[in-house]
């Protein structure tokens, strides 16, 4: 699968490789012109849709380890890739060149600016692995940032991990919305004072703080405890 294949610059290479190949082209007269170009290619299949509205679990090929490619928009990027981790389970790995920026974060570790919701998701839910980057200079027109090419091999079955994924989502997203305020003051305006005060964690860090592990043991706790609330 080809996100935003454009002009069809990578489209023959990837073609050459004999699998079945679709493409999510957005503009219409780039789609039109896909068409054109790669009409007696029978393995060339084509869709003129927003990437964010594809199902990606159904445009994934059950028969084959499904590998998704793209120099993606990097006014989406985030949501793409959001979109993306919501499909883990059925795309095997994804190569893609984003802005410099965007594929820090994605690999940047707690106690650090760069850390947040995007880091998070990224390494729940992937092997991430920086390829090289791409300077600004080999582009015309040139854009003011460099570029940087990822590889995200998907790990599979994460949700299934949580007793509840939303919960998790909602509680790291409500804490990084509010960085710099300690996670006590932050899960106040989710949760009760009296469930707070049940959890075995220190509430006084700061999100940017918290490993991975570290906030699945805290969402887990919360999600005992309302649990418990609900059941007395």
């Given at each position: ?47 003129q849709e927003d990437v964010l509205n594809v199902d990606l679990t159904r445009a994934a090929n059950p028969q084959k380890s499904t590998v998704l490619a ?163």
């Open positions: 699968i080809e996100i935003g294949p454009g002009q069809g610059a990578l489209t023959g290479m990837l073609l050459a490789s004999g699998d079945p190949y679709l493409g999510i082209e957005v503009d219409p007269q780039l789609a039109d012109l896909l068409t054109v170009r790669f009409a007696g290619e029978p393995q060339f299949n084509l869709l793209g120099n993606i928009p990097y006014n989406i990027t985030t949501p793409i890739l959001f979109h993306l981790f919501d499909a883990a389970d059925h795309i095997y790995h994804a190569v893609l060149m984003m802005q410099k920026e965007v594929g820090d974060r994605l690999v940047a570790q707690p106690n650090s600016k760069a850390y947040g919701l995007l880091a998070i998701n990224s390494q729940l839910f992937a092997d991430v692995e920086r390829l090289f980057t791409v300077p600004a200079s080999v582009f015309s027109p040139r854009p003011k940032v460099d570029s940087v090419v990822v590889r995200l091999r998907f790990k599979k079955g994460v949700r299934d991990q949580f007793s509840d994924f939303d919960l998790f989502r909602k509680v790291i997203r409500n804490c990084f919305q509010q960085r710099r305020k300690m996670l006590r003051k932050s899960l106040s305006i989710l949760f009760p004072s009296t469930l707070l005060h049940k959890l075995d964690a220190n509430l006084t860090l700061r999100p940017e703080q918290l490993t991975i592990p570290q906030w699945i043991d805290l969402t887990e706790a919360i999600y005992r405890h309302l649990k418990e609330e609900q059941s007395g």
